[in-house]
Each structure stands twice: as structure tokens, then as C-alpha cells.
């Protein structure tokens, strides 16, 4: 792909502002940075480092609350009329309602989404790397010129995103589902938590730590992407209260119970994989390495050896502990070839296991 993009301005310098600015910069695009926030864009100025001067960028994006939309492109096409646009909202049918009615604009413009964040909002969440392999969807508006379109393509790959179009009513009936539904079951989770003793809340394990990690969200930001996309939003949380009240009502009956936690799994098991695959079902190793210097590089040599790809890992490793546990997550094949290796090549290998 021939790189068109010199000069950027980013309207918005929160997470995913100072995010794709930080990615930019490193693939040496110039880099414009504006907020009405004067500590925001402190912040992500210093981060960022030094910054182009103002006028004349190839693209314009929008990294700000959708309420905001409508004024801000309006103020940003008086400045730049002969830049490019986008938009990352969490919600695309309004924007394009509002877009439509400037053909000159709507022409050059794209909306967007980029499937990534944290619950860690403003600047100070911003990673350059927080794009790498997520889907980026792609919501053209009816005018949208094909040169515009190339623009939001090559800005997608050189931040390491992949490109996916997709219309603006089946972008707020997807995101409703994957991404403002969990946000909304998460936070009324951890409210339940404000009235538990203390000396229970430090028991908690990864269990409820995984399952309302998002309830630490920012609720100005979510105030304002719920109310947006509150059709979407409805119907699944009428289905989400039909199964509480059948969870409620089964208590007393395990195999009610049991059929639910099933249902749960099996669509938990439809969540794809790496890079947004199909779902794979990794073979685990364990291996049992000495707590000194250079044992896991030469695992991972021992890896590249074989040639076998590992997947993912976990480490297990208490303090004092003269022994560590490394589980390599690999497919059947390479867990078969690997594990014989590091057998006998003198490692503390053990029986594999199937699926988690």
C-alpha cells in the first residue's frame, strides 16, 4: 500500500486520541494535537513529544464524545476544507444522520471504530500498541469518495488494525452486544459490591477481578455512549432480566441451574481467538523451570528451535519459590513436538492437557 498520510490532527486527546497519536508518531507521521481539556492535551503533548504546527493535515480525526460530533466537524471543515475525516464514537447511526445533511463534508468523511480501549480513560491509559490486531470498523457515508476511504485504510494498517466495513445499523446492534451490554453487566456487578464488609471484599479472587475490571470505567464517558445507543441496548437487557428471573426461580432445582451455566460456556466458547479467528483449542504444557537467571530465554530458544509457535503463556511464581511453573498454550501438534524435545534435552516437562 502506497502511504499517503504526512500530516495528521487529532481532535480529542483521551485515551484513544493520545493512543493513535503515540502509533502515528512512531510509523513518522506528523502529528497535530487539539482539546478543550488544557490538561488533557498536556499531557498527551508530553507523550507524545514534539508536535506539528497547525494547518493543511492530509486527515482530520475526531476522538470525542458523539454528543460533540455534529459542532466540532463543522468547527474542523471550516479550518481544513480540504482535509480528510473520521470519527471514532462508540455509535455511528446519528453521526451519519448529522453527516448527510453537508454533502460537502459527508463526501470526505468516514466513520469509524476502533474495537480497542481501556478502563483506564484519558491520556494516561494511552499505549501506541493499543491498536495491534484489533478490528477497526469501517462505516462509509453514502458520498464517501473512494480516495477517503484509502486514507482510513492505510491509517488502520499502520497502526497495526484490521479493517472492517460494516454498515452504521449493524455497527450499534453489534457493539450493543459485545462491548455496551458487558460495560452495563459489569458496573451493576461491582455496585453490589458497595455494601459487603471489607474483611469479604479481601477475599476476592481473579474471578471477580476479571469480571468487573470494566466496571472501572469513566461514567461521564459511558453516560453518554448508553444513552445513544439505547435501542440497541434495550431489548438485550429485557433478555439479560428474563434470564435472572429464570436464574432466580431455579435455584432450587440444580439441573436449572447447571443448563445455564452450560448456555454460558458454550457462548463463551464462540468469542474468537487470536486476530479475530476462529476460536482454537490450545493443548497446555507445563514446565517446571529454576528460579535463576536465563530460563526463560532458553525456553524460548528451545521454541525457536523446534519451530513451534506458542500461542500464549502463563507464569506461576511465588516469592521464595526456588521453582516456577511456565504453561505454554500450543496447538496438539507442536505441544507433541516440543514436549519430546524438551524431554530429552534435560527440561522438567509434564502431561499436557486439553482444552480450559
Not at 481532535?11 to 508518531?25: D, I, R
Request: proline content about 6%.
Amino acid at each position: 500500500m502506497s502511504q499517503r498520510l504526512r500530516k495528521v490532527r487529532i481532535v480529542g486527546a483521551g485515551l484513544l486520541g493520545t493512543s493513535l497519536a503515540l502509533a502515528l508518531k512512531g510509523e513518522g507521521v506528523e502529528i497535530e494535537l487539539s482539546d478543550t481539556n488544557e490538561a488533557h492535551l498536556a499531557l498527551a503533548r508530553d507523550l507524545v513529544g514534539p508536535t506539528a504546527h497547525e494547518g493543511d493535515p492530509d486527515l482530520v480525526v475526531l476522538a470525542i464524545p458523539s454528543s460533540a460530533f455534529k459542532e466540532v466537524i463543522e468547527e474542523e471543515y471550516q479550518l481544513n476544507p480540504h482535509s480528510a475525516f473520521i470519527d471514532l464514537g462508540s455509535t455511528k447511526t446519528q453521526s451519519l444522520v448529522d453527516i448527510e445533511v453537508f454533502p460537502e463534508i459527508a463526501a470526505r468523511f468516514c466513520g469509524t471504530h476502533p474495537m480497542a480501549g481501556r478502563e483506564n480513560g484519558g491520556p494516561h491509559g494511552g499505549r501506541s500498541d493499543l491498536f495491534q490486531g484489533r478490528p477497526w470498523l469501517v462505516c462509509a457515508t453514502s458520498i464517501t469518495t473512494g480516495s477517503v476511504i484509502e486514507l482510513v485504510e492505510e491509517l488502520i494498517a499502520r497502526v497495526g488494525g484490521i479493517a472492517i466495513p460494516i454498515s452504521a445499523p449493524e455497527h450499534d446492534r453489534a457493539v450493543a452486544l459485545i462491548s455496551h451490554l458487558p460495560q452495563l453487566v459489569s458496573s451493576l456487578l461491582a455496585k453490589q459490591l458497595l455494601d459487603g464488609p471489607e474483611n469479604w471484599l479481601a477475599l476476592a479472587g481473579q474471578g471477580l477481578r476479571d469480571t468487573t475490571r470494566i466496571a472501572a470505567s469513566d461514567p461521564e464517558l459511558w453516560k453518554g455512549i448508553l444513552s445513544e445507543n439505547k435501542e440497541q441496548l434495550r431489548p438485550l437487557l429485557e433478555t439479560l432480566r428474563n434470564d435472572l428471573n429464570a436464574a432466580i426461580a431455579g435455584l432450587d432445582d440444580p439441573f436449572a441451574i447447571e443448563k445455564i451455566i452450560a448456555q454460558g460456556k458454550a457462548g463463551q466458547a464462540r468469542i474468537p481467538g487470536k486476530h479475530g479467528g476462529k476460536s482454537r483449542e490450545y493443548t497446555y504444557l507445563p514446565i517446571v523451570i529454576e528460579d535463576k537467571p536465563g530460563q526463560l530465554a532458553a525456553l524460548f530458544d528451545a521454541c525457536s528451535h523446534v519451530n513451534v509457535n506458542v500461542e500464549d503463556l502463563t507464569i506461576e511464581h511465588s516469592p521464595g519459590q526456588f521453582t516456577g511453573l511456565i504453561t505454554l498454550a500450543l496447538s496438539s501438534k507442536d505441544s507433541e513436538l516440543l514436549s519430546h524435545y524438551l524431554r530429552t534435552s534435560g527440561w522438567n516437562v509434564h502431561s499436557s492437557r486439553g482444552p480450559q
